[in-house]
């Protein structure tokens, strides 16, 4: 059985940092691309960042040089590094494969950012 279990969220001000990590269990995590999506209010889940086996990352244009995604294999959790947090950061934050699978989503963690 998959588990993806996210941690770290919180509230913040803007222009504020945080560190999610998410640890997986009940896969071969080296051998996975990984990513983390977000969930804002009223909107749909939408990817935010991804990074391969191999360790290379992609951003969506919105967190490029502000968020860092990266992993460690060792320990079976990957981690998303949010620096210059705004408002519209606020969401709830999931990781997942890439692509994603619907069975493996967790609960995700809350960020809110405050104005």
């Known amino acids: 059985q998959v588990q993806l279990v996210e941690s770290g969220g919180g509230l913040v001000q803007t222009g504020g940092s945080l560190r999610l990590s998410c640890a997986a269990s009940g896969i071969i995590f080296r051998f996975n691309t990984m990513a983390w999506y977000h969930q804002a209010p009223g909107k749909q889940r939408q990817l935010v960042a991804i990074i391969t086996s191999g360790g290379s990352t992609d951003y969506v244009d919105s967190v490029k040089g502000r968020f860092t995604i990266s992993r460690d294999n060792a320990k079976n959790t990957v981690y998303l590094q949010m620096n210059g947090l705004k408002p519209e950061d606020t969401a709830v934050y999931y990781c997942?494969?890439?692509?994603?699978?619907?069975?493996?989503w967790g609960q995700g963690t809350q960020v809110t950012v405050s104005s």
């Open positions: 997942n494969t890439f692509p994603m699978k619907t069975s493996y």
